[in-house]
């Protein structure tokens, strides 16, 4: 009877023994995890429609855990260093945000993975933006604004004979009129070669049209705006 009591608390012993001893390398197994650093890893992949398998391009990837952000490409393609554990958060105009954590534990430095993100669509109230600060302001621009010229407008404007009159002073002759006016001229001295061209200052029937003129008021000048403007003016 002895000897079976002593046998079964020598039994007893090695048990706990043995229990201890697992219970310290599990805490330094866990502490030699806790201690060791996250390795760097090659984290790469493509973010894609949930719906079509497409490419979301300009994805921002952005590391949360440590403020890292990175973009993807126009085929939604992305590469970059990250960590064991990091949290990653994907982001897009038009997309629901997604989340993928890395594993703690990676066996190789390369992970690489397709994260899928769904469409979403954000309605916005209506906003009417006016170019005046307040009443006041519209009842100036009102009184102020000029409203452009029609066709007709712009039309009347280029016939009118003051600027017509004013632009025939300012362009000159052009070739057809020059050469025109030079064989005129030469044509006349040929038909008085060899006598005195007539002059209208002796002329009664040129003085005759002037004296008409003048008593008529044909002479006179009813309104300065009626003649056409200077040269240099």
């Not at 502490?31 to 992949?45: I, N, W």
């Not at 554990?85 to 982001?91: E, K």
């Not at 362009?171 to 060899?194: F, H, I, N, T």
């Amino acid at each position: 009877m002895i000897f079976n009591q002593r046998f079964r608390l020598d039994l007893r012993s090695m048990k706990l023994k043995f229990i201890y001893l697992g219970l310290l390398s599990l805490l330094s197994v866990f502490a030699f995890a806790q201690d060791r650093e996250p390795k760097v890893v090659q984290f790469s992949g493509f973010a894609m429609t949930s719906d079509s398998l497409q490419g979301v391009p300009y994805t921002h990837v952005t590391i949360r855990n440590r403020g890292r952000v990175a973009t993807a490409s126009a085929e939604g393609f992305f590469s970059f260093a990250a960590q064991e554990g990091d949290t990653l958060y994907f982001t897009c105009i038009g997309f629901k945000p997604s989340v993928y954590i890395l594993p703690k534990v990676l066996d190789k430095d390369k992970y690489s993975v397709i994260q899928l993100m769904s469409r979403t669509e954000y309605y916005i109230g209506g906003v009417i933006i006016y170019p005046w600060g307040d009443k006041d302001g519209f009842k100036r621009a009102f009184r102020d604004l000029k409203l452009p010229k029609d066709d007709l407008q712009r039309a009347e404007e280029n016939m009118d004979p003051q600027m017509l009159a004013a632009l025939a002073q300012q362009l000159q002759p052009s070739g057809a009129e020059a050469a025109s006016y030079s064989l005129r001229s030469g044509s006349v001295r040929k038909s008085y070669y060899g006598q005195s061209a007539p002059n209208n200052l002796l002329n009664p029937f040129a003085w005759y049209s002037l004296y008409k003129a003048a008593k008529n008021g044909d002479l006179k000048i009813k309104d300065k705006s009626d003649l056409p403007p200077l040269k240099d003016e």
